[in-house]
């Protein structure tokens, strides 16, 4: 009898921890809807159109320019790691030159994209949730409704464009620091064989579906950062407290679910050959 117990006690918690994850899934879901629907209206109304570019603008200034130097150097750093672990499996067998077409490859469909989120997840993602956390403790969220001004328009809809604009242009930065830094590594650690026609080698072996792979997961990336750094952010409760807790899960939650949609992206291109 105990043991029917249990297992019941079990099967009711985790029945519990599953609706808990569809109604999370599903109230993001419909602030990205209210979202896209606030999108609309502004794009329909021309006198919204300016103030809404100034707030996007400043958005993409404040989660992209001021997130450049740090995303450059983690990359590059993780171009100089990539190269120097390549090269003694590659040496015996006299392919220290793929190097380049390894750091590629790599860097554009993969490490790029996704080491620029994770980066950004932290310097910026972190910011947005513990803003309108404040906002929604210090009831300034209350205080727009009550002005008849739509929070989704006014405080979501800048950020989260922001964060897949940002996203976009951060993930040809990466890019480039990424090959830089291998070929520095070639250049200075490893030799001749990995540096002379390291540039040429990657432009080489890269097609233009490496390219846009890679900017399109920075895309879908961007927008899973914002949107779950807005739902935590208008989610809190319980004043000071709420905001940290806010800011711990928005890091935690969106990088676990960008390694779990950079897996599927992955799965889908090798399936369909992209």
């Not at 499996?89 to 392919?95: N, Q, R, T, V």
């Not at 994770?118 to 906002?135: Q, R």
């Amino acid at each position: 009898m105990d043991a029917a117990s249990t297992q019941s006690r079990r099967l009711t918690h985790l029945g519990t921890r599953g609706l808990d994850v569809i109604r999370y899934i599903g109230g993001m879901a419909l602030l990205l809807q209210e979202t896209a629907r606030a999108a609309a209206g502004v794009l329909a109304s021309r006198p919204h159109r300016a103030s809404a570019a100034a707030h996007l603008a400043r958005q993409v200034v404040r989660l992209g320019i001021r997130s450049v130097g740090i995303v450059a150097l983690v990359q590059f750093f993780v171009g100089v790691i990539l190269a120097l672990q390549m090269a003694p499996p590659l040496e015996p067998f006299g392919y220290v030159s793929m190097v380049a077409n390894i750091i590629g490859v790599a860097v554009f469909r993969e490490l790029g994209p996704l080491i620029s989120a994770i980066v950004l997840c932290g310097f910026a993602g972190a910011s947005i949730a513990a803003e309108l956390g404040a906002m929604v403790v210090g009831e300034e969220v209350e205080a727009l409704e009550a002005h008849a001004i739509s929070p989704v328009r006014f405080l979501i809809l800048p950020r989260l464009a922001g964060t897949v604009i940002a996203m976009i242009c951060l993930c040809v930065v990466a890019d480039l620091a990424g090959c830089l830094g291998g070929y520095l590594s070639s250049l200075l650690v490893i030799g001749p064989a990995a540096h002379l026609g390291y540039w040429a080698r990657i432009a080489e072996q890269l097609t233009v579906g490496d390219f846009l792979t890679g900017l399109i997961k920075a895309g879908v990336f961007g927008l899973i950062l914002g949107l779950l750094a807005c739902f935590e952010g208008l989610r809190v409760r319980g004043g000071a407290e709420g905001v940290g807790r806010a800011t711990t899960m928005t890091v935690v939650y969106t990088i676990i679910s960008l390694v779990l949609v950079d897996c599927l992206f992955t799965v889908l291109f090798f399936v369909c050959k992209l």
